[in-house]
């Protein structure tokens, strides 16, 4: 997968099989890349400097409309899916996405 800044990110099988333990985020596997790509809004983490949180809203969800939330690691020299999740609301934290 790819983010909207151009990085390759991994989605591991252990992630991948950690976010479908939540059963609100069965078939949302396609969803998770989209919102990498073409987010609507990308924060920089509060807690830890290497995170951002990619979000895009989806009217239809399992839970309907929420905003899915994909957490991406950012080392040197690798990105990886940490988590995803619907939620609410967007975490506070510097907007990096759109770009101003």
Not at 15 to 39: F, N, S, V, Y
Not at 50 to 58: A, E, N
């Amino acid at each position: 997968m790819h983010d909207c800044f151009g990085f390759d990110v991994r989605l591991t099988v252990e992630r991948q099989a950690h976010i479908l333990q939540h059963p609100e985020m069965a078939g949302l596997e396609e969803a998770i890349a989209d919102t990498l790509e073409t987010p609507k809004e990308v924060r920089l983490s509060r807690s830890d400097p290497s995170i951002r949180l990619f979000y895009r809203y989806y009217e239809n969800t399992p839970v309907g409309a929420k905003w899915l939330c994909v957490v991406v690691k950012y080392l040197e020299a690798d990105a990886f899916v940490v988590t995803a999740y619907l939620t609410d609301k967007l975490k506070t934290g510097d907007s990096l996405w759109p770009k101003k």
